[in-house]
């Protein structure tokens, strides 16, 4: 009977994460997979679709409680599971605490760690929380270079077990979603969680820089995604007075669908671990304007694969917008080479290939878990 991998996310709902954790589950693997995730839409029916029923158990959002923890014991032991890998802090904790229950050993994924944005409390109890449960983790898993460096800063004497494995994507084929608008306005697409991290609030300013520049009525701002800041970024779009350059589309289970429509990919974020939405655009041929911040310098070289600007700096990315919308040689340029490197390095089958290494490293030979540093490119 062939061994299982159990992964565990503390979201099921929009987000990068379960994202990253469908794509990768997607993959052909010569192991069973099996999902632990919250009951909620749109991923838990996805990844049930995808394994069956019987493959998927649920767990409480972004909670932890004993008797999961102890129903979680259960199935790993009933289905011969014996590589747990968790995503997340909030999975983190029950793939790192299963680990001493079970035995099993736990590859956890940080997908962002200890990112700019949750608050000073927030920040301060995840940070105890890793420092305790990081001796627990056979695989710690940075989703980029920068990411993996920012967590050698804290665990500086794991240099050896700390991999990067790059998040995948994939090209799809999806239906193109019209927004209303002029056809003729450039169209700037950013999707994402409307929260501190991702710096909506950059949007309006952005825009207001470019109406300082006389080419406002040129473009159309796409907002997709919905979340805390929400009212107040709709607030300031009607305060400054630019309610004519934005679209706001809200949450939806299916973004992937806007981007055909779009003719530049915007990202102001704060912080980033390695942006699945970035990618996403970059795959599809869009060119990327984004901060210059950990995540996004791993994925665009500034003027070949997108153009970067100094977070906070939102005239310079207004600047970039502005000359994208006078240069189409140049966005097909930007589109072009993007879209090459993410298929050369950060396709999905590229991703799983190098977590079943990992898996392969935990599950037969645990000297070759020290090695998996140097044999990944970092």
């Known amino acids: 009977m062939k061994v299982g991998i159990l992964h565990i996310t503390a979201r099921a709902d929009v987000g990068g994460g379960p994202e990253v ?3 990768l589950v997607s993959e052909p693997s010569c192991r069973p997979m099996y999902v632990a995730c919250p009951n909620e839409a749109p991923y838990f ?3 049930t679709h995808l394994l069956g029923s019987e493959r998927v158990v649920p767990i409480p959002h972004r909670s932890f409680t004993i008797g999961t923890l102890l129903r979680l014991r259960r199935f790993v032991i009933d289905r011969n599971i014996f590589v747990l890998h968790s995503h997340g802090f909030g999975a983190g904790l029950y793939g790192r605490i299963l680990q001493l229950l079970t035995g099993r050993p736990c590859v956890h994924t940080y997908h962002g760690f200890l990112l700019s944005g949750p608050g000073l409390l927030v920040t301060a109890s995840r940070a105890i929380g ?4 990081f001796p627990l ?3 710690p898993v940075a989703v980029s270079s920068t990411e ?6 804290w665990f500086w004497w794991a240099k050896s077990r700390v991999i990067s494995i790059p998040n995948g994507v994939s090209p799809t084929s999806t239906e193109a979603v019209k927004v209303q608008g002029d056809d003729a306005r450039i169209r700037v697409l950013t999707v994402g969680r409307l929260v501190e991290q991702k710096a909506p609030l950059a949007l309006p300013e952005i825009a207001q820089h470019l109406r300082e520049r006389g080419s406002l009525d040129r473009f159309l701002f796409v907002v997709v995604g919905e979340g805390p800041l929400g009212e107040a970024l709709r607030c300031d779009v009607r305060k400054r007075g630019v309610g004519e350059a934005f679209s706001f589309v809200g949450e939806t289970f299916e973004p992937a ?3 055909k429509s779009a003719d530049i990919y915007l990202s102001p974020s704060r912080d980033e671990a390695f942006g699945l939405a970035v990618l996403d655009a970059m795959i599809r041929g869009l060119p990327v304007v984004a901060s210059a911040v950990n995540g996004h310098t791993d994925a665009i070289v500034h003027g070949q694969t997108g153009l970067l600007f100094s977070w906070g700096d939102w005239e310079q990315a ?3 917008l502005h000359s994208l919308a006078d240069d189409l040689g140049m966005r097909e340029q930007l589109g072009s080479e ?3 490197t993410t298929l050369e390095q950060y396709s999905a089958a590229r991703m799983a290939a190098r977590y079943e290494d990992c898996y392969a490293a935990v599950l037969h030979d645990n000297s070759r878990v020290e090695k998996l540093e140097r044999t990944f490119l970092n």
């Open 338 to 340: 993007g879209r090459q």
């Open 318 to 320: 207004a600047a970039h």
């Open 45 to 47: 029916g996805r990844f």
């Open 130 to 133: 890793e420092v305790i449960l």
């Open 257 to 259: 669908r806007f981007y």
């Open 148 to 153: 993996r460096r920012r967590i050698l800063r």
């Open 21 to 23: 954790l469908l794509r």
């Open 137 to 139: 983790t056979t695989v």
